[in-house]
């Protein structure tokens, strides 16, 4: 599918078009539910994940904006806001100022279309699989954990400083990869 | 600014980038920001990496069945069947006559009900201005923002009034059998409910004030999920945002 038809399909959803809908869903169930997966690591709160973010998908659609990038990227954000606000509200911890909120991911999101989408998340995958675990334990508890700095050194035990130091290393390596690419 | 005036900003970027910044270094950073280009482009730098981390997990296929119950949530699956009559002409021509009968009598009532319904809102309406105005004036009413997604407005606090005011843009329009319900959250997290309401359908933005009776100065922050009609003794659905005082 090119960018033009799936531009279409996703005004066919806006406008109520289900048929339209459920093309995207089994188009792209496998990305979120993968992503809500790893964030919760239940298979149950990851199908409820799921299925809110398409629901929202249903009733936000007119919310997307194709010359402002991509639709898998905006589509997945939503996935993991929902997920992690699923993630705080299971761990009743307070929720933590985003700065990755949808609109500001729109300003510097990647050129993701020039990838072919099977490699593109083969290597992203593999670019935070080679790096050392600590580092990428950090990415881990950052990104897919909604954790802050000072709640990362809380549940590792390691200084603030340390977790500091190892995020921005892991953050700079994994730049380096994107770069390569 | 030295090297070493400009490090402590630099430095936080990338956890900044990945929303592990802790919240007392934001507002200096985001202060910083504001006048330095170079840290801007190394934030834009950080963020791509950080949007690229949304492709980097194995895909996994659902259930079959989440895609049969998404089907059923979706408005063709909540239309009743219409049931199918044989009439007879002259059947047909009473039963037409019975139905013209009942709607001119329906609308007379339907228009009676409407007008003492919109006297209803504008009361409201009326009543919640008045006391909106009343908090803005009010010299220690709080006022903080509310952002989330498309969802943006301001959230004014009066704790010495013990009054809490939403003001609220583009909040999706629920099913009937749903509503929003406001959560006061304590420090242990704890949520009290502080009142349900709905969106006004054709109004862009939504009003709501709500007196608890628990002192609002006990309280850490507010939220707005989504629940069942009636409301829940406790948060079960989509949190819609929230804002910590």
């Known amino acids: 599918m090119n960018d033009t038809d799936e531009t279409a399909l996703i005004a ?71 997920a992690l606000d699923r993630l705080r509200l299971e761990a009743r911890r307070p929720a933590l100022s985003d700065s990755n909120d949808p609109e500001e991911v729109w300003q510097t999101l990647p050129d993701l279309e020039t990838v072919a989408e099977e ?42 400083g340390t977790v500091k130091t190892r995020l921005r290393a892991a953050m700079e390596k994994l730049r380096e990869l994107w770069n390569e690419k | 600014m030295t090297r070493n005036e400009h490090t402590p900003f630099s430095d936080n970027i990338p956890a900044y980038a990945i929303g592990a910044l802790d919240v007392d270094d934001i507002a200096a950073l985001e202060a910083h920001l504001k006048t330095c280009a170079s840290c801007q482009t190394e934030l834009a730098a950080y963020r791509a990496v950080s949007a690229s981390l949304l492709t980097a997990t194995p895909p996994k296929q659902p259930s079959a069945e989440l895609r049969k119950r998404l089907q059923s949530r979706l408005p063709s699956a909540q239309k009743p069947a219409r049931p199918r009559f044989a009439w007879s002409f002259g059947q047909l021509a009473v039963g037409m006559a019975l139905v013209l009968l009942l709607a001119l009598n329906t609308y007379s009532i339907l228009q009676m009900r409407s007008l003492q319904l919109a006297q209803t809102q504008l009361t409201r309406q009326y009543r919640t201005g008045q006391t909106l105005i009343s908090m803005l004036s009010y010299p220690t009413t709080e006022r903080l923002a509310i952002s989330a997604d498309s969802v943006v407005g301001s959230l004014l606090l009066d704790k010495d009034r013990n009054i809490v005011a939403l003001i609220v843009w583009n909040m999706p329009q629920l099913q009937e059998d749903k509503t929003y319900q406001i959560w006061l959250i304590d420090p242990q997290g704890e949520r009290v409910s502080a009142g349900i309401f709905r969106p006004e359908s054709g109004q862009a933005y939504t009003t709501q004030i709500a007196f608890p009776e628990q002192n609002l100065s006990s309280f850490v ?9 009636g409301g829940s003794a406790a948060p079960t659905g989509e949190r819609v945002f929230k804002v910590d005082f």
């Open chain 1, 12 to 82: 066919r959803v806006a406008q109520g078009d289900e048929r339209a809908f459920l093309m995207v869903y089994d188009r792209y169930t496998s990305r979120v539910h993968g992503l809500t997966l790893h964030i919760l690591g239940d298979p149950m709160l990851a199908e409820e994940a799921t299925q809110d973010t398409f629901l929202k998908l249903w009733s936000r659609a007119r919310q997307y904006l194709a010359e402002r990038g991509p639709f898998l990227p905006w589509l997945l954000t939503i996935a993991r806001h929902v």
């Open chain 2, 221 to 229: 922050g507010i939220g707005v999920t989504v629940e069942p009609a």
């Open chain 1, 119 to 160: 490699s593109r998340w083969r290597s992203t995958y593999f670019a935070v699989q080679s790096l050392h675990p600590d580092l990428r334990q950090v990415i881990e508890l950052a990104y897919y954990q909604g954790l802050s700095q000072s709640e990362m050194a809380e549940v590792l035990g390691w200084p603030l």
